[in-house]
């Protein structure tokens, strides 16, 4: 099971973008995936148009309670699309570490619980909040790869020089090594700014940055509105192409992993 978990410590770079449009271009190879929803805020839940206070169970009831059961996985698992399913958010989220006190191995609960999964889906994906605390922990615990989409402009690769010491720092404390790739977002070739940021990117971090970048597209947002993946509403868009090539990159690397 390849578990990416799509991170970074600011906001507006495409995270939630990032992990649906790759998590339909997934599903749509046959493939079962699970999306879930890390951030209290609901940025993923919204997007499928779901309201957590209307929710039997969300991310917070799975990794809140000690006695966890199939009957309330299920409960908390949603069918977004054909072979894509989602974990999704809850604002108890942002209290579970004061919730759990000093609940032993708070910051592998999701790794736990994905655990019990035992095979269940081919990927899955987690969009994180834009804050370092027990839920970015939990998430990056979890996986084997980093995505970290990074708009392309000035403030935003400041402050993924910060995300990348987090890394840095967490990789001490984690077992195993987790592979990141950035994923530069929000390219505009007609700005300098853009050009500038990609030629920096690409400078300071080589081996890291995905040699691709995902372009503007107002498609994005299109789908957003409608709730659905881009890849569905218009698979032939140029952002869709674009997370299709990264696709390409990452998966002979996961599947001979």
């Known amino acids: 099971m390849n578990i990416w978990t799509v991170a970074n410590q600011k906001g507006g770079v495409g995270k939630t973008t990032t992990t649906v449009t790759l998590g339909a271009l997934l599903a749509a190879r046959g493939e079962p995936v699970l999306l879930i929803d890390m951030d209290p805020h609901a940025s993923l839940t919204s997007y499928f148009n779901r309201t957590p206070e209307a929710l039997e169970a969300t991310l917070f009831d799975l990794m809140s309670n000690a006695q966890l059961t199939p009957a309330l996985i299920d409960k908390a698992t949603i069918e977004v699309g054909q072979n894509l399913y989602m974990w999704p958010a809850a604002m108890e989220l942002a209290t579970l570490d004061r919730q759990l006190g000093s609940r032993e191995g708070l910051g592998l609960l999701l790794k736990q619980l994905l655990d019990k999964l035992d095979g269940l889906y081919a990927h899955v994906l987690i969009d994180c909040p834009p ?39 967490m990789e001490k404390s984690l077992k195993g090594q987790r592979q990141v790739t950035i994923v530069p977002t929000m390219f505009d070739k007609r700005t300098r700014a853009s050009i500038d940021a990609i030629r920096e990117l690409r400078q300071e971090y080589s081996e890291q940055v995905w040699p691709g970048m995902v372009p503007v597209d107002t498609r994005f947002r299109d789908a957003s509105r409608e709730h659905v993946p881009l890849p569905v509403m218009a698979p032939l868009a140029r952002g869709v192409q674009a997370y299709e090539k990264l696709l390409e990159m990452l998966l002979p690397v996961e599947v001979s992993a």
């Not at 392309?152 to 402050?159: C, D, R, S, V, Y």
């Open 131 to 169: 804050v370092l605390g027990v839920l970015m922990v939990n998430a990056l615990a979890a996986c084997q790869r980093v995505l970290v989409p990074v708009q392309t402009e000035f403030l935003a690769i400041k402050g993924l020089e910060r995300m990348l010491r987090t890394l840095s720092m």
